[in-house]
């Protein structure tokens, strides 16, 4: 694993953009069902 100093820009968009991906599917599911409560090892990790 890279040290966050030696991660270029394009890996931080990545990151950030996988976060966002993640972020959106859990309230995505959320919205579908509001007592759905999603244990970390569920989330779609890639």
Do not use: G, W
Not at 3 to 11: A, I, Q, R, S, Y
Not at 16 to 29: D, G, H, P, Y
């Amino acid at each position: 694993m890279k040290h966050p100093e030696f991660l270029c820009k394009t890996d931080l968009e990545e990151v950030r953009l996988k976060i966002q991906t993640r972020a959106s599917f859990v309230a995505e599911v959320a919205a579908i069902n509001p007592k759905t409560q999603l244990p970390v090892s569920r989330l779609p990790y890639d």
